[in-house]
């Protein structure tokens, strides 16, 4: 048996309290694009941590041909020929592309001086190598993200690596700059390279990888030949059977009574055509994976983000929200996926918390009346069952459950009647999930309408009504919750709208370089 | 096919060529409306006042830019880091009694007086990046904190009293008028503070240092993960940043002939603000030194044009605050502007 490019096995990480991956392993070979595929927080990101150094496993083994290796931080991964572009870029967006391209590598005469035309030449030579058509010149940060991701690519195989590894690259290209990027990849493989292919793009991974490997919460499931293989077979096995995935939601109706409309509404560079409807006393979940523009419908319908089209019903009225505290007014509350930085004063007691976006109810001519907004604490600590010793205890020594628990007293108070949840149990353990959901569903009752922005699928299955998919700025489908399956919301989340409705146009490299 | 070849090369080079000229121009377009306000005021205060447009007056203007002026150039470094250096006035201080020290009481020649305060300089600047670098201490902090040290170490060494530098023989001379040009009188100092930003400019556009001020300050994180040793550097701007105050104490005091021990407070303020009207941002990554010299050079010529035209002190100051003002508010549309 031939020798392997990169083999791992056994590999175990955790962090204080999560147990990150377990008895992981994973192998490339050479000439080959190996896709790694696996839900949001399967552990995708911390293998690839491990790999390029920014982390040490706590046991395991790997070996490049053959070989034993240990990688000793960032520099000696690139030593050891290992390259890898990161979903968010590490670009110095002021200097230019050749300038970033050889930080710390720069060619330089007298130990001191940079030689600005070699470096520029280098860069040009690399660009007509790979065959990509960049400016050494250009500033970084007058580029498109695109480009960027162009900049970084060539970065990468400046280092000479011999094993690629590439963490959703095409999250922000268009057909055409994919279809140059799989060039680019074609190009690099050879019998002494091979690429880990990161995507949560399904027609991607056919088109570009030989083999996919599934991994699941932090452990190693299934390697399958890319060419025998469906894509809902991988689908399934990303998702799995899971006990907790099949409760639904408790039997409550939603009145037809519809209390939110949003149409035609789109974001001047994201979010296209959103249309929905949301019901009173209705949950309805917004499933999607990361980046598929959940976050920024939200932000869009409370004033955050400008819309660019469409129009907002509340109650049948057509209305402008200019800011979320305008949208707070009109009772539409928004509690971000952010909690620690844009939910929560985190030095401040929770009765400050609680109180915060209702200032004015607590304050006569400025001043606030601070036994009032004790007392309005007491009342919202016992209704939502916050475990805190009291109300002047600072927020930040409380655990995650309880911490969202204050959030959505703020909103409470404030009496909304729209609430938009954006992963509300994000960071929170198994128990106080449960008193969230349960909570939840005691707003329903109290005639509350919630939109809730979920990543975990079990999630979302068990307290929707309503289920909307998006993928890439678009809404793809609407699923009721009698019909949903994780894997159904999955294929909805994975459809890659901008290709399957608009005819891929046949995209040659000499086309880009003449426009 | 070849000829569709060498069109689309032609063209891709083209397209290179005016992406190039833009940039260029968007990125000199801030020193340009600076050095166009510097035309603008030196204009209207010839126009306002016929002392203004004198030989020697322009000479005074140039004289009183240089202390600011160096003290400016250092700091650019370190604001193009990301950083702050408040300790540069008092700093520049406790370079200058240093400086008196060593030439008279430690008995040192004049050269090695002068260079040992340039040193000295270095290593407080130093100090500000290990603080900074390897402490983690915002800089904004650690040179506050220098800052009072500074200014108490000037004074408990000089004993409160100025350090007479009479004696030292040709001391003067680093800021005597010069006769370098016939017929134009030019301080010496002067030559020094342009000699010093041809050096720093060079330092910051054509070296390595000069690239890691710029990445560091434009994405530190990036740059520690391309490999480059950011404590390491970040010191070493830092140090860099240190000679130029260590230069302007020695200035100081050929100036006055002494070093007066109570003063410098105050000039790191208008050594930044000289800085940011120069188009150097207090984000990082961004900045030049001709954009710091031309800003130096405003800050001297609007003080000056209004203490012709009698306008009192106390207005001249709410003038530079609203220059200032007006500065980075331009600049920020003008970014704007680009990014839309």
Known sequence: MSKKLLRISGVNKSFPGVKALSDMQLDLGHNEVLALVGENGAGKSTLMKLLSGIYVPDSGTFEIDGTDVSINGTKHAQELG??????????????????????????????LFLSERALNRKARLLFDQINIDLDPKARVGDLTVAKQQMVEIAKALSYKSRILIMDEPTAALNDAEVATLHDLIRNFTNESTGVIYISHRMDELKAISNRITVIRDGEYIDTVNTADTTMPEVINLMVGREISGNQ??????????????????????????????????????????????????????????KLSAGTIELNGRDVTIANPAAAAALGVGYLSEDRKHLGLLLERDVKDNIALS???????????????????AATYIDKLRIKTPSSAQIAKNLSGGNQQKIVIAKWLVKDCDILIFDEPTRGIDVGAKEEIYALLNELLAQGKSIIMISSELPEVLRLSHRIAVMSEGRLTGFLSNEEASQEKIMELATLNIASSVLAPVPSSSAQRVTN | MTLTKEAAQAAKAASHKKSELNTRIRASFQQLLAFASLLALVLFFSVASSNFYQAANLSN??????????LALGTTFVIITGGIDLSIGTGMTLCSVMTAVFMTQMGMPMIVGVLCGVLFGALMGGINGFLVAVMKIPSFIATLAMMMVAAGLALVISGTKPVYTNEVAGFQKIFALGKSIPGLVIPNAVFILFAAAIIAGLLLS????????????????????????????????????????????VIATARLNSAQPAGGAGLELQAIAAVVIGGTSLAGGKGSIIGTVIGALIMSVLTNGLSIMSIPQEWQQVAVGVVILLAVYLDMMRRKKAVN
Request: net charge positive; glycine share 12%.
């Open chain 2, 61 to 70: 203007i140039l004289l009183s830019t240089v202390v600011t002026g160096l």
């Open chain 1, 248 to 305: 639904r939601p408790e039997p409550h109706q939603p009145s037809d009574e519809v209390v939110l409309k949003v149409t035609g509404l789109g974001t001047r560079d994201f979010l296209k055509d959103i249309n929905f409807e949301l019901h009173k006393g209705e949950i309805l979940g917004f499933a999607g994976l990361m980046g598929a523009g959940r976050t920024e419908v939200a932000r869009a319908i409370v004033g955050a983000d």
């Open chain 1, 358 to 376: 209702s200032l004015k109810m607590f304050s006569r001519m400025g001043v606030l009346n601070d036994k009032a907004m004790k007392s309005s």
């Open chain 2, 206 to 249: 054509k070296t390595i240092l000069g690239r890691y001020t710029y990445s560091i300050g434009s994405n530190m994180q990036a740059t520690a993960l391309s490999g480059v040793n950011v404590t390491k550097w970040t010191v070493m701007i830092y140090t860099v940043a240190g000679c130029f105050t260590g230069l302007a104490g």
């Open chain 1, 82 to 111: 290992i390259s890898i572009i990161h979903q968010e870029f590490n670009l110095m967006q002021d200097l230019t592309v050749a300038q970033n391209i050889y930080i710390g590598r720069e060619p330089r005469f007298g130990g």
